[in-house]
Structures are given as C-alpha cells and as structure tokens.
T-cell receptor, first 114, second 114 residues
Framework: SQQGEEDPQALSIQEGENATMNCSYK?????LQWYRQNSGRGLVHLILIRSNEREKHSGRLRVTLDTSKKSSSLLITASRAADTASYFCATGTVRSGGYQKVTFGTGTKLQVIP | KAGVTQTPRYLIKTRGQQVTLSCSPI?????VSWYQQTPGQGLQFLFEYFSETQRNKGNFPGRFSGRQFSNSRSEMNVSTLELGDSALYLC?????????????FGSGTQLSVL
C-alpha cells in the first residue's frame, strides 16, 4: 500500500524556473525522504528530513516537512534539463523490532524544457 | 565502492514459468529490500532481509519469495508467473535498515511476462 501521495503527478517547466512537488502521507513517521529516478533506472537518494525538522537544504533542493498536516514539499530551484526525472517521496517508519520500513509514494514526473 | 548490482537487467518469460532475480548489496550492507514498480501502482514493498532473516513482508501472494545468503546477497523468486507480474523489480540495500538510514538502489531487473 502507498503511504505517500504526490502532487502533481506530472509537471512541465522551462529551464531556469523553480519546480515544487508536494507529498502527503497518512501515518506518523520518523523521517521523510526524497528520491529521484531517471527513466527505467534505480532510485537515487536526494535528501532526508527527520520528523523533528521543519526545513532542510541541499544545493538547489529545499525540503519542508509539516507533521501536523502530514505533508512535505520538495523545491528544486533554477531547474536544468538534467533535472528531468521522476521524484518520489518515501516515509520512514520504525517497526517494533527497531528497524526502519521505507514506503514510497506514487511519484511526480518532472520535465524541464531547455 | 561498488554499488548495488542486480542481475539480469532484462528478462522475458511466459505465463506459468518461474523466475529468480539476484541482488548484490553494497559491501558491508546487511539489509536488502525488494520493491516492485509498475506504472499504475508505483513502488510496492515486497520484503526486507537482514542477516539472512526476513524481517518484513509486503502484501504480495505466496508466489513471491526471497532469501538472503550469508554474504548478504539476496535473491527473489516468482513462481507461476502471471501477466500482471510484468514490472521493474528494484533491490535496495542499507547498512541495517536502522532509523534514518537511506536506501541505495540497484538499476533494477525489467521483467516482461508474455
């Protein structure tokens, strides 16, 4: 079952513009992670934000987390054609044995037009 | 350090056959998770192994099974293949699936069932 739902499902922007993707989830989490997937390939980890953090930056990426609304957003600034990919949010929850289970959302397909 | 290696990259099978997919995690990683990715369902969690033990299992029928060897390499098996099993199967590794760990993905095995 999906924990996260991303919005929008698809996004098309011009190079240089900012891209914002949103993720909503249903249950309490320990962290929220964002991954990127180029067509038909494996996922690459971008950034992790813990449940007690509200905002995190990494290069051109900015992630926010609102646990009261059970939502997160990923902002990519000054987008490049190479940013064209699918982006997935994933929630990390701790199981009773103390280990983490990571559940993925449905993804946002981003197209950056040169 | 070598990344997560999945073999084979592509597979074509017919209904009723069985298939075995292989995953070699990053050296030192003891947790291996498997995901099924389809266009309609996104990434669905199959199972997670740690030190040769299955710790977590998703909602898949018993036709889907896996195992992990003492060197942390993992295999998953799908018996009596159905058309709906056509998907990209992704393997991810982490040190121990501890809280706030990120996942490292392989490039996946694209399975087509005819």
């Amino acid at each position: 079952s999906q924990q996260g739902e991303e919005d929008p499902q698809a996004l098309s922007i011009q190079e240089g513009e900012n891209a914002t993707m949103n993720c909503s989830y249903k249950t309490s989490i320990n962290n929220l992670q964002w991954y990127r997937q180029n067509s038909g390939r494996g996922l690459v980890h971008l950034i992790l934000i813990r449940s007690n953090e509200r905002e995190k930056h990494s290069g051109r990426l900015r992630v926010t987390l609102d646990t009261s609304k059970k939502s997160s957003s990923l902002l990519i600034t000054a987008s490049r054609a190479a940013d064209t990919a699918s982006y997935f949010c994933a929630t990390g929850t701790v199981r009773s044995g103390g280990y983490q289970k990571v559940t993925f959302g449905t993804g946002t397909k981003l197209q950056v037009i040169p | 350090k070598a990344g997560v290696t999945q073999t084979p990259r592509y597979l074509i099978k017919t209904r009723g056959q069985q298939v075995t997919l292989s995953c070699s995690p990053i050296s030192g990683h003891r947790s291996v998770s498997w995901y099924q990715q389809t266009p309609g369902q996104g990434l669905q969690f199959l199972f997670e192994y740690f030190s040769e033990t299955q710790r977590n299992k998703g909602n898949f029928p018993g036709r889907f099974s896996g195992r992990q060897f003492s060197n942390s390499r993992s295999e998953m098996n799908v018996s009596t293949l159905e058309l709906g099993d056509s998907a990209l199967y992704l393997c991810a590794s982490s040190l121990a699936a501890a809280t706030n760990e990120k996942l490292f993905f392989g490039s996946g095995t694209q399975l087509s069932v005819l």
